[in-house]
């Protein structure tokens, strides 16, 4: 089992930063996929932003260039770096780990961390 802890979530003005953490319950590098996703209210969650154990990472055309992940195994943390941030980012941002075990996907979330951009 995976549990994940989200922070780093809060108020920023447009076109500032933020970086959000997700602090997992085991080695980072155990996990095969870890992500960053996004639900705004009245829409469905979407992908922000994922890392595989082997350093790869995926992101949607809306963030693309402006929103980085990275992970710290040291810690057992990722991190979503936020920069350039518009209205249109404000969300609840939840951490998700796709862990694979004898054939089956299990997979987990945080409990999200609020993340609201002012124009």
């Known amino acids: 089992q995976v549990q994940l802890v989200e922070s780093g979530g809060g108020l920023v003005q447009a076109g500032g930063s933020l970086r959000l953490s997700c602090t997992a319950s085991?080695?980072?590098?155990?996990?095969?996929?870890m992500g960053w996703y996004r639900q705004a209210p009245g829409k469905q969650r979407e992908l922000v932003a994922s890392?595989?154990?082997?350093?790869?990472?995926r992101f949607p055309d809306s963030v693309k260039g402006r929103f980085t992940i990275s992970g710290d195994n040291a810690k057992n943390t990722v991190y979503l770096q936020m920069n350039s941030l518009k209205p249109e980012d404000t969300a609840v941002y939840y951490c998700?780990?796709?862990?694979?075990?004898?054939?089956?996907?299990?997979?987990?979330w945080g409990q999200g961390t609020r993340v609201t951009v002012s124009s």
């Open positions: 998700k780990a796709d862990l694979w075990v004898a054939g089956r996907l299990d997979v987990y």
């Open positions: 085991r080695s980072i590098f155990s996990i095969n996929t």
């Open positions: 890392i595989t154990s082997g350093g790869s990472t």
